[in-house]
Each structure stands twice: as C-alpha cells, then as structure tokens.
C-alpha cells in the first residue's frame, strides 16, 4: 500500500530533551516536506527537501533540523524542544515539486504526530 | 492579506442539502488549485483538484474563477460523512508552484 509513515504517533516530552520525529514513504516520491497544524493557523510548511540531499527552510523553521539522506525517509528533529512546539505535526511527499504537471505535486499525508512538550 | 483566505464556518447543514465554499487566494500566478479534506485530528486527504474548466466528481464540484481570483465547491445531497474541514490549496507567491493551505472551512452535517 502506497503511504507515509511517521512515528511516533504521539508524543509526550520535557523542555530541552531532544527527539526525533521519523517519516518514511514507500512511493519514490522526490519531494518530501514537514508541515504543522495549530488552531486557527492551518497548515505551515518547516522544511521541505525537493530530493536526496536538497533540502531548504519552509515558513516555520526555527527550533527544527531536518536530513535527506535517503529518498524514502525525511526526520524531523527537535534539538532542544520548547512548548510552543507543541503541535500536530504531518509528514508529507509527492511525486515532484516544481511543476505544474497535472498530479505532480498532490500531496500525500502521514497520519500525523501529537507532540506535547511540557 | 492572507494568501489564502477561508471562512472558517462551521456550516451546520441538515442532510441532504446543497451546500458551497469559497477560497480567495492573491497570487493571480497560481496554476495548481486544490480541495482537500481533514476529518478531525487527522491528515489531510485530496478531495479533488480544480481545474480551469471547472470538474465533478459524484456529489462534488469545483469550479476555478481567475478573473476574481477564487475557488468553490458546491456539494449537493450532503451526508453525516461529509462531515468535515475543507482545505482549500493552492500554489503560492513565488515561481515554484509551493503548496499554501488555507486554514480550513468546517462542515458539519446534522441528521
């Protein structure tokens, strides 16, 4: 089944402790990205990586560090994690960025990361 | 001014009724239009891309105004299931076809 997989699902954790949030998609997409939803601001872009090894700031990206080493797999990490970064987070990929090919860029979406930071 | 503009509702209709969406948007560049769905504390799906001629899909339409510079979808016959928060996308400020969301529209249905 074509998908995006983020773990974990939710998450509980301490101002300053590091954590990594995975995402892993099985359908050779090239372009990956890391959104976050809160209340009343929809969906914002982190970072986003157009492939292996490209990757670049999106509207939110303070607090956050992302790799692109494989195509399949995009984490997200929060170095020293605060609590205005709780938040939903969702991984997302697509087959290309760039283009206004007709399907290119539609978007497929993990199930979403709950993350607490207390 | 937003980039993306929404009523974020929520639009409480019975079943059954017909029922429409609006989304502005400013960059009068765009060239890729979307609706997508999330139902509640959970990811985004593609409901349907836009296109210029406008495009059904079963109860679901959308339709590409340019000269005003907004999306719709008109839903007809609504059911309990399409109950929901409707994301309007569309490509962005720049040249490089970036995704920007609106923050939603919500929709419920009531019996």
């Known amino acids: 089944e074509a998908q995006v997989t983020q773990n974990p699902r939710y998450l509980i954790t301490v101002t300053g402790k590091k954590l990594t949030v995975t995402c892993s998609q099985n359908?050779?997409?090239?372009?990956m990205s890391w959104y976050r939803q809160d209340p009343g601001l929809g969906l914002r872009q982190i970072y986003y990586s157009m492939n292996v090894e490209v990757t670049d700031k999106g509207d939110v990206p303070e607090g956050y560090k992302v790799s692109r080493k494989e195509k399949r797999n995009f984490p997200l990490i929060l170095e020293s994690p605060s609590p205005n970064q709780t938040s939903l987070y969702f991984c997302?990929?697509?087959?290309?960025?760039?283009?206004?090919?007709?399907?290119?860029?539609?978007?497929?979406f993990g199930a979403g990361s709950r993350l607490t930071v207390l | 001014r937003k980039e993306v503009e929404q009523d974020p509702g929520p639009f409480n209709v019975p079943e059954g009724a017909t029922v429409a969406f609006n989304c502005t948007y400013s960059n009068s560049a765009s060239q890729s239009f979307f609706w997508y769905r999330q139902d509640c504390r959970k990811e985004p799906k593609l409901l349907m891309s836009v296109y210029s001629s406008g495009n059904e899909d079963g109860r679901f339409t959308a339709q590409l105004n340019r000269a005003s510079q907004y999306i719709s979808l008109l839903i007809r016959d609504s059911k309990l299931s399409d109950s929901a928060t409707y994301l309007c996308?569309?490509?962005?400020?720049?040249?490089?076809?970036?995704?920007?969301f609106g923050s939603g529209t919500r929709l419920l249905v009531r019996p």
């Open positions: 996308v569309v490509t962005g400020m720049d040249s490089s076809y970036k995704l920007i």
């Open positions: 359908m050779n997409h090239e372009y």
């Open positions: 997302a990929s697509s087959l290309s960025y760039g283009t206004a090919k007709s399907g290119a860029n539609v978007l497929t």
